[in-house]
């Protein structure tokens, strides 16, 4: 029986355990904030002290310091494929939802460029850096743009055939009748409808990019093409690790996203789960 | 004129070949003059090839062969199933896959578990509906390596906040990411904190499209939360959950950023995954054959997944719908 | 109906078109990597600008200061490619299999020197210059800089392959401030070690940690640490490499080194299978720990004030021995190889580059800017006896005694192996006999048949 009583206690049990879901997502975000706000010594110290400074950012952004060209590098690399990314993606995925294919040729293409997404990207390092070498593209942003291209690719345009498939035939009809050419109709009929779902795409391409790590890290040797994430696992070292910079690069590294996140929220739960569910 | 005459998504009449005056002057591929739709493909194709295709061939290649160091150089033998029979005595690379099928099963059981929680109490609550839907997104966006990065500073057995809270409280310290007791199922928190938010957010969809009168005529009737939520909910969910559970299997075997920088497969072999295994056989063993080979093996398996994926999609679905 | 004739191409010529496109395409492909170069090489040929591949460490800052002091008095140009201390190995290895000309200088740990030398991926220097001799102060660190190629193993006689730029060798860093209060002289014994140990617990700390030992399998950690524990009782991996590669781990002299690790263990963090090389400095800076010993590349850190809580306060000597036996510290030392498929004016620039490196002034330089030297008579100069090089001292006093590391064509193997059971030994997760003989077992097996 729902007696009033029942229905507060549930509601307070919701909110309780809501409450603890939200404060332990918070609590390792803000140990990390916290800690990039204090000196190395004092993190391992068992004391404990409590000195708060600004040093370790300070020094990222010093004199000698590359973290601020990495920055840039991860976001010229983050636009770039986001770019190529939607331009590839959209036009296949147009062509492959409004246009007659053979039976299994759409399955085929789709599973062809989904390979790419099970293999484990450590066994095509090695192909890869052949690869980008060939084009002189080692070490280079070009070239990660057009890795981080490839990794998401499968996705875009999965997503994007989605959102196609959802717009109806008949305005395409409508369109060409009307006297509008194949390349007219997709550029300024489509693409506008699909809007949302490029908006969704590119910000999960977007974040996607600016996480990746194990391809940058492999496929690049110098600051000029690394990216902040490579630079984030440069203070994990081997011989001494360099807890405060550590924690204040990753910071950095978290800021951006966490506030993409609450501006363009909507977009990315549609993004996430757009295809999904309707697949 | 012609336009009408050209094959559009839904016409049909697809099959049928061109009229004679459209064929003289276009490019053809197939039978078919090259439009719109070819050229839209021609981009992902180029991709393909260079950035698949060529790496796949050389994967498969190295495969079968054995690669050795030799004057400034590697050399190649094609040696057939070699690595196969290495893959066979090889015990570390059986440890991996326990590890990876662990890590993977524990991980995602978890996953799905507290997410469809998470969601069944966002939707219910309304205080703090809005708050939760944003923060609790927040880990999932997150980069790896930063997570990596504040993991350790909590699991770290000397300084890390967890023993430190611990001590605070006169509890026993642990070796978190140095015991082999320990370790994995510190890993698998570490996982389920971060991708949790993914399938938080599939089954928050997947909530969403539930007819809410369904609800009401089963309150109306008297059934109780818990019925409810066993005999309407959860079946309607299940799609959704199957969706989940292959996304986070797939991407789960596939882990590395996080292995490689808070263990690196330690201690021991007691967190090796695969990804950090084959890792380690092709840059500090240097064995690209035999590397290459367990890359297949992976594939493999992945592919086996997604069979299984599929075979479980029509049953739950009520088969026949194509993507 | 259009007959099959008037087709445009038929689907059979379309797949053998495609086939044949993508072979021609690997085949291009495989020709473009051979003869890939990065735009550097090509500009100018008066000053030959070189690469060298370099990875990031607490010496990195000193080798770019005497990098940027070669660029000024040669107006040569250098680049330094960094890579993360994991990363180095495995872009050589990359580098080296497609003989790219992207570094004309590889730095190489002596721990997989003998895998770069073997393998023939760096030159040997009386190639590059047949009048080539070793200055007698530079310190061979046990002959890893020479190689011999019928042996397949480093020898006094054989022609140098690697040229030393950072000669890291263990010393045993300690409180000298705790030492002066316990009216304490620096230990020369691990007996003083101990005695020290339980001095400081009673008199100063109860809770201090008298002496670390790193129990963390990290590829070359454990086994590292260990080594000048079995050597100093006159034990080793092997009886005497390269002739006889018959396991000795587990001889009298190896018992008697696992139980001083397991007593030192026993002073030390509760879950010292947790302390890798960075928890282990981290407890020293944090004065969490009395002593320990770890390479001299570590003094910087020691002093900084930002990272230290005990700043000026370490003090430095050579690895104690055992009562009955001798010092044995382990060698870690960088080297540097010039790849052998580069082309030769560009080996000629990277081998005149090292010579610079090595002559006294340049190297004392190197010094200050707190390189670790190879250079013996850097070491006994005027720059030990500045407070802030105070581990020069301990490191002169060494030199005589430095061991190579377990530095293996197959090493590799063999520090998996032994990183992996000593580790357990030290989580009290095996016996220290029945885990001796394992070990001995597992090595012999990685031992390739000769």
């Excluded at chain 2, 090259?34 to 290649?61: D, N, Q």
């Excluded at chain 2, 690379?93 to 099963?105: D, H």
């Excluded at chain 3, 860093?173 to 001095?199: C, F, N, S």
Aim: charged share 15%; net charge negative.
């Amino acid at each position: 029986m729902n007696t009033g009583l029942n229905r507060k206690l549930y509601s307070f049990l919701t909110e309780g355990a809501l409450l603890v879901a939200i404060v332990s997502t918070l609590i390792p975000i803000g140990w990390l904030f916290w800690n990039s706000l204090r000196y190395s010594r004092d993190i391992i110290n068992p004391d404990n002290p409590v000195v708060l400074t600004l040093y370790n950012y300070k020094s990222l952004f010093a004199g000698g310091s590359t973290f601020l060209t990495l920055f840039f590098n991860s976001l010229g690399v983050v636009l770039c494929t986001t770019l190529l990314c939607l331009l590839i993606g959209a036009l296949a995925a147009y062509s492959l939802s409004k246009f007659r294919w053979p039976r299994a040729f759409t399955p085929a293409v789709l599973g062809i460029a989904l390979f790419i997404q099970l293999v484990p990207p450590i066994a095509l390092v090695p192909a890869l850096y052949l690869v980008l070498n060939s084009f002189y593209l080692y070490n280079s942003v070009t070239g990660l743009v057009l890795v981080n291209t490839v990794f998401n690719l499968p996705f875009a345009i999965f997503l994007l055939k989605v959102y196609f498939d959802s717009i109806p035939d008949d305005l395409k009809e409508a369109a060409l009748v009307d006297g509008c050419k194949e390349g007219g109709v997709f550029w300024r009929v489509m693409v506008p409808l699909a809007a949302p779902g490029i908006a969704a795409v590119s910000i999960l391409v977007a974040i996607l990019t600016w996480n990746e790590f194990l391809m940058a890290l492999s496929l690049t040797s110098t600051p000029d093409a690394q990216t902040i994430t490579v630079g984030i696992s440069s203070f994990l070292q081997e011989f001494n690790v360099q807890y405060a910079d550590m924690s204040a690069a990753s910071a950095i590294a978290t800021i951006p996203l966490v506030i993409l996140a609450a501006v363009a929220h909507r977009y990315i739960v549609t993004g996430l789960t757009g295809g999904a569910v309707k697949g | 004129m012609s336009d009408e005459l050209r094959t559009s998504g839904t016409n049909s009449a697809a099959r049928e070949p061109y009229p004679s005056h459209v064929k003289g002057r276009r490019l053809r591929i197939l039978g078919r003059p090259l439009g719109f739709e070819h050229w839209a493909l021609l981009p992902l194709f180029l991709f393909l090839l260079l950035f698949v295709l060529y790496p796949t061939v050389e994967l498969i290649r190295a495969a079968f062969s054995t690669v050795t160091t030799t004057e400034g150089g590697f050399s190649w033998k094609f040696s057939g199933l070699d690595n196969f029979y290495t893959m066979l005595g090889d015990e570390v690379f059986r440890a991996a896959l326990l590890n990876t099928i662990i890590f993977v099963v524990g991980g995602v059981a978890l996953q799905l578990v507290l997410g469809t929680l998470l969601a069944v109490l966002v939707e219910r609550s309304r205080i703090l509906s809005g708050l939760a839907r944003n923060v609790l997104v927040w880990p999932a966006i997150i980069t790896p390596v930063a997570i990596s990065v504040t993991w350790w500073l909590i699991l770290n057995s000397e300084f890390g906040l967890l023993n430190r809270l611990l001590e605070a409280v006169d509890l026993p310290r642990q070796a978190w990411l140095a015991s082999t007791f320990w370790v994995l199922p510190a890993l698998i928190l570490v996982d389920v904190w971060h991708w949790t938010p993914v399938v938080f957010l599939l089954v928050l969809a997947g909530l969403a499209n539930i007819d809410q009168t369904l609800y009401q005529a089963a309150r109306v009737d008297g059934a109780s939360e818990w019925r409810v939520f066993r005999s309407i909910t959860l079946p309607l969910l299940a799609p959704t959950l199957v969706v989940a559970a292959l996304v986070r299997t797939v991407l789960g075997f596939k882990v590395f950023d996080e292995i490689f920088l808070l263990t690196k497969g330690g201690p021991g072999t007691a967190s090796e995954v695969v990804s950090s295994y084959v890792r380690k056989v092709f840059f500090e063993q240097v064995n690209l054959g035999y590397g290459a080979f367990l890359g297949l093996v992976i594939i493999s398996v992945m592919l086996l997944l997604f069979a299984a994926f599929f075979g479980l999609r029509s049953v739950v679905f009520g088969g026949g719908r194509t993507s | 109906m259009v007959s099959a004739k008037r087709r445009g191409i038929s689907r059979r010529e379309f797949l053998s078109r495609g086939v044949k496109a993508g072979i021609s395409f690997s085949a291009l492909g495989m020709f473009l990597s051979s003869c890939a170069v990065t735009g550097e090489q090509q500009a100018g040929r008066g000053s030959a600008p070189i690469s060298i591949a370099i990875n990031q460490s607490p010496w990195l800052k000193s080798f770019q200061s005497i990098v940027d002091i070669y660029k000024e008095d040669t107006g040569n140009d250098v680049n330094l490619r960094i890579f993360p201390f994991e990363g180095l190995r495995s872009k050589l290895l990359n580098a080296a299999s497609i003989k790219s000309e992207e570094f004309d200088l590889y730095t190489i740990n002596e721990g997989w020197a003998a895998q770069f030398y073997d393998a023939g991926f760096v030159t040997p220097m009386q190639d590059i210059d047949p009048d080539f001799e070793l200055d007698g102060s530079v310190i061979e660190y046990d002959s890893v800089t020479r190689w011999d190629k019928s042996l397949g193993y480093f020898s006094k006689d054989g022609p140098v392959y690697g040229i030393p730029i950072n000669g890291n060798i263990q010393l045993l860093y300690y409180r000298r401030d705790l030492y002066d209060e316990m009216g304490l002289e620096p230990p020369e014994t691990w007996d003083d070690v101990i005695a020290a140990t339980k001095e400081a617990r009673r008199k100063l700390d109860s809770n201090i940690y008298g002496y670390t030992m790193r129990g963390k399998p990290g590829g070359y950690a454990v086994l590292y640490d260990y080594l000048p524990l079995l050597r100093g009782f006159g034990g080793d991996i092997f009886a005497n490499p390269p002739e006889d590669y018959s396991v000795t781990i587990n001889s009298d002299e190896g018992r008697q080194a696992v139980e001083l690790f397991l007593e030192l263990l026993s002073y030390g963090p509760p879950e010292p299978q947790a302390i890798g090389q960075a928890d282990q400095l981290a407890l020293m800076q944090s004065g969490r720990t009395l002593q320990t010993h770890t390479p001299n590349g570590a003094f910087p850190l020691m002093d900084d004030e930002v990272q230290s809580s005990v700043p000026d306060k370490i003090g430095y000597t050579v690895v104690p021995r055992p009562s009955e036996g001798v010092h044995a510290p382990t060698g870690g030392i960088w080297v540097m190889g010039i790849p052998q498929h580069i082309q030769s004016s560009q080996k000629e620039a990277a081998y005149s580059f090292l010579q610079w490196l090595l002559a006294k002034e340049n190297h004392l330089r190197y010094a200050e800017s707190s390189g670790i030297a190879t250079r013996q008579d850097v070491y006994e100069s005027d720059l030990a006896e500045q407070e802030k090089f105070r581990y020069m001292r301990a490191t002169a006093a060494s030199s005589p005694y430095v061991t190579r590391g377990a530095d293996y064509v197959f090493g590799s193997k063999v520090h998996e192996v032994a990183e992996r059971r000593l580790s357990e030994i030290a989580a009290g997760l095996l016996q220290p006999k029945d885990a001796l003989d394992t070990m001995a077992d597992e090595i012999a097996k990685v031992v390739p048949n000769s």
